[in-house]
């Protein structure tokens, strides 16, 4: 079945520690995202990645960082620098053909906790 | 910078009843998208709308796009209970590299 996976569905922090989401796709799209949502809002983009070895920043990249070694991953590390990490956090992917429409495909998403 | 907004945030509607959720943006967008989320879960996408006057209907769900006022609108007809769940629309500026600007979303109860 090709797909986004994200591991694990919840993850617990502890003050100080950085922690990482793992995204894998089997869809051979070329984009990835990252997304965070918060309750009762829309989401917003924290990195994103058109093609391997390279990424943006979103609007909320601070406290994050990515890396985009191949192209079916993109991990995301919730580092101590951010403050209020409590949130959903959602991967996507699109296809990336440039002109083409790209309808983002979202993985099911993990739920980070601080302790 | 490009807005989007929608209305009404909260939507508790009767079994059978016909209703808009409607989409508004600020600035020139290339590409509007309809996504759906059930309660603890990931999203589903429902529509793409490309162009000026687009419609698309998926069963009880119309979605259509006006471009020159910057407005989408998602109809629910003769809506049923499992039509409950929170709907997203998102905006897309190719300049941006495919970035989605999202709506904070209406929450969809349908009472039976």
């Known amino acids: 079945d090709g797909g986004i996976t994200q591991s694990p569905k919840y993850l617990f922090r502890k003050e100080g520690q950085n922690v990482t989401l793992s995204c894998e796709q089997n869809l051979n799209h070329d984009a990835m995202y990252w997304y965070r949502q918060d309750p009762g809002q829309g989401l917003r983009l924290i990195y994103y990645?058109?093609?391997?070895?390279?990424?943006q920043k979103g609007d909320i990249a601070e406290g994050y960082s990515v890396s985009r070694e191949k192209k079916e991953s993109f991990p995301l590390t919730v580092t101590s620098a951010q403050k209020n990490p409590t949130a959903f956090y959602l991967c996507?992917?699109?296809?990336?053909?440039?002109?083409?429409?790209?309808?983002?495909?979202f993985g099911p998403g993990t739920r980070l906790l601080v302790l | 910078e490009l807005k989007v907004e929608q209305n009404p945030l909260f939507l508790s509607m009767q079994e059978g009843k016909n209703y808009t959720i409607y989409c508004n943006y600020s600035t020139t967008s290339d590409r509007l998208y309809w996504y759906r989320q059930d309660p603890g879960k990931s999203l589903e996408s429902l529509f793409v709308l490309l162009s000026n006057g687009a419609v698309k209907q998926e069963g009880r769900l119309m979605a259509s796009l006006d471009t020159k006022a910057r407005l989408s609108t998602l109809h629910i007809t003769a809506a049923v209970h499992d039509l409950s769940a929170t709907y997203f629309c998102?905006?897309?500026?190719?300049?941006?590299?495919?970035?989605?600007?999202f709506g904070a979303g209406t929450i969809l109860r349908v009472k039976s």
């Open positions: 996507a992917s699109s296809p990336g053909l440039a002109g083409v429409s790209e309808t983002q495909y």
């Open positions: 990645s058109q093609i391997v070895n390279d990424f």
């Open positions: 998102a905006v897309e500026r190719l300049e941006y590299g495919n970035k989605l600007v």
